[in-house]
């Protein structure tokens, strides 16, 4: 994969998940990881782990809903690496809930961690890349952010600006050669189900991942081949189902 040698990519939400699974596929094609997340026991595993198999990872704790710590982490992806090559918005949370049980806390989390940690990963990205005319902005959707279902509303909702984000982005930032790729995952198997507390929901959204979710490689390895192509080519939208999920 030699478009993948020697890129510096960011991952946020890299302690679990499909995060960790793009990590491992990315650093054992090359790249040069900056891991990031808050759990810094896994994080510290995961760049052992990669350091272990020949790759090259340093990690930040980072919480995405934080422009801050957002900044500090690029500043330090530069420090380390030079340069910035590809971000990848992964960080994310979905506790579904219906609407009438009023779960605000919940509403507001997704708000943050989706759409604000997406846009302030944007926002710390984008001067080191716009100067460099080159850089690749991938943010993970869902196929929630396609079809809106009963007790998904607000995470949806925060899927869909995902996108629109993404399709914002690309427009204002194709002159300066820099790619947008949207990834919409359907059921994949991770810890993401895990923050959903509303009793009427869970088990059928269990039952669900149990049936069908595949694994966060699948994911990982179509993150990949959007990185791989060569700088002319954007790969913009991928949804990547379980091929018995319906919606
Ligand atoms: N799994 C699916 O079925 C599925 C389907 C469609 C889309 N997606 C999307 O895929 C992405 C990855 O999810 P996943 O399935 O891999 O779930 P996951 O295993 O729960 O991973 C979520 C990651 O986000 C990080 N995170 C959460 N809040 C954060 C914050 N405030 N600051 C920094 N990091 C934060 C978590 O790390 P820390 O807790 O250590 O911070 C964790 O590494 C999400 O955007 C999700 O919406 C997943």
Redesign the pocket.
Known sequence: MPNNQNKVVII????????EATAKELASKGAKLVL????ED?LMKLQEEIRNHGGQAIYKV????SSEQMEELAEYALKEFGQIDVLVN?????PHSFLYKKKIDDWNKMID??IK?VLYGIAAVLPSMRERKSGHIIN?S???GHFVGAGSTVYAGTKFAVRAISEGLRKEEYGNNIRSTIIS????K???TQSITDIDLKPGIDKLYEDL?ID?ESIARAIAYAIEQPSDVAINEMIIRPTHQER
């Open positions: 946020t939400g890299a302690s679990s998940g499909i995060g990031a997340a808050r759990r896994r980072t919480d995405v809903t992964n960080a994310g949370v979905m961690v989706n940690g993970l869902s196929v929630a995952p359907g059921a994949v991770s810890e993401l979710a966060a």
